[in-house]
């Protein structure tokens, strides 16, 4: 049941780094302590058309789609009504834009399904966008639809941006180089413990993104990986990326001037549904599309297969090179929206 996995007693998460490196400096840290202060929710109709119904935070936490679970920061969406209009559900976005750094998400659940038809209908992201799409940019850091196996990093930019993926592991393939529009430049990872099902039986792991005027890199570090430690070991400030291996999935600009096409990102975690991917593409998955004529009917009238839909997020911290260094201090309290 949902109200035994949320309560809304806050116990501190303490900043976290590494010490050897002062390349650099941490200049936000969000976790149970300040998450719902710093992020704002989205309570306007989806602009990628999905079959959801985004709420505001007052709604949220009065419905317990949003609060605190097992130590983490918990995003859900609604699992128990019938609907025609649209599953209940988040998105929220961080308050702070950043350009350029280093970002890392110590998540131990992302949103998947357990109904006969697995993750069907599901679209979950944990992405970064600026403003004027995609004149800024966007950065899919987390994203896949229906009963994918592993994960899909993409970029979408304006006209004018194409990248290789020189440096990314053996196994993870280019999808399509042109960052343009909607359909971006995406790389197909392999691994299915980086995503979904998978991702949730390990107890998750920490997603690093590295955005630099050269290169942009993707690390993803199983739970059970000594980085992992390493980067959640106490009074550690400032993480190294030379250390941390080769990336899940690296873009360089072929013909692409980084810094012109991605500035002023801000973060976003939410649970979608359908929609302009997934509802798209319903009618090719063999899976779903013999479960309901239609993304939305089978989200619509499936309730019970989204109880495990849900984002539990332990940690998400920001470094800069040029930045000052975040205050330590941390005041708890409880989520009131």
Do not use: R
């Given at each position: 049941m949902l109200v035994s996995r949320i309560t809304l007693g806050l116990g501190a998460l303490l900043s976290a780094g590494i010490t050897h490196a002062a390349q650099y400096v941490e200049i936000e840290s969000y976790d149970p302590s300040n998450f719902f202060d710093k992020f704002g929710f989205m309570s306007a109709p989806d602009p990628t058309n999905g079959f959801v119904d985004y709420v505001d935070a007052v709604t949220a936490n009065r419905d317990s789609l949003a609060g605190y679970a097992n130590g983490g920061v918990y995003l859900g969406s609604d699992f128990k009504e019938v609907t025609t209009t649209g599953r209940p559900s988040v998105r929220v976005t961080s308050k702070r834009a950043y350009t350029r750094g280093l970002f890392i998400a110590d998540i131990a659940h992302m949103p998947v399904g357990t109904g006969k038809g697995g993750s069907c209908g599901l679209w979950p992201a944990f992405w970064m966008f600026g403003p004027n799409w995609p004149s800024s940019g966007e950065f899919d850091i987390i994203e896949g639809v229906h009963n994918q196996a592993s994960n899909g990093v993409t970029l979408h930019t304006r006209v004018g941006c194409s990248m290789t993926n020189t440096?990314?592991?053996?196994?993870?393939?280019?999808?399509?180089?042109?960052?343009?529009?909607?359909?971006?430049?995406?790389?197909?990872?392999?691994?299915?413990?980086?995503?979904?099902?998978?991702?949730?039986?390990?107890?998750?792991?920490?997603?690093?993104?590295?955005?630099?005027?050269?290169?942009?890199?993707v690390w993803f570090f199983p739970r059970n990986d000594p980085m992992v430690a390493r980067l959640n070991e106490f009074n550690m400030s400032a993480p190294d990326p030379s250390i941390f291996g080769q990336p899940l999935a690296r873009f360089v600009g072929d013909s692409c001037n980084i810094d012109e096409h991605f500035v002023n990102n801000n973060i976003v975690f939410n649970i979608d549904y359908c929609g302009d991917w997934a509802g798209e593409v319903w009618s090719e998955d063999p899976t779903?599309?013999?479960?309901?004529?239609?993304?939305?009917?089978?989200?619509?009238q499936n309730p019970g297969a989204f109880a495990e839909a849900y984002w539990l997020i332990n940690s998400l911290k920001v470094y800069s090179k040029d930045g000052v260094a975040a205050k330590k201090g941390r005041q708890l309290r409880r989520y009131l929206a």
């Open positions: 440096g990314s592991l053996a196994s993870t393939k280019m999808v399509n180089i042109d960052c343009q529009g909607t359909a971006g430049c995406s790389q197909a990872t392999a691994e299915t413990n980086n995503y979904g099902p998978g991702f949730n039986a390990i107890g998750g792991g920490i997603y690093a993104m590295e955005w630099t005027s050269e290169a942009i890199s779903c599309s013999h479960l309901a004529p239609t993304c939305d009917e089978y989200v619509g």
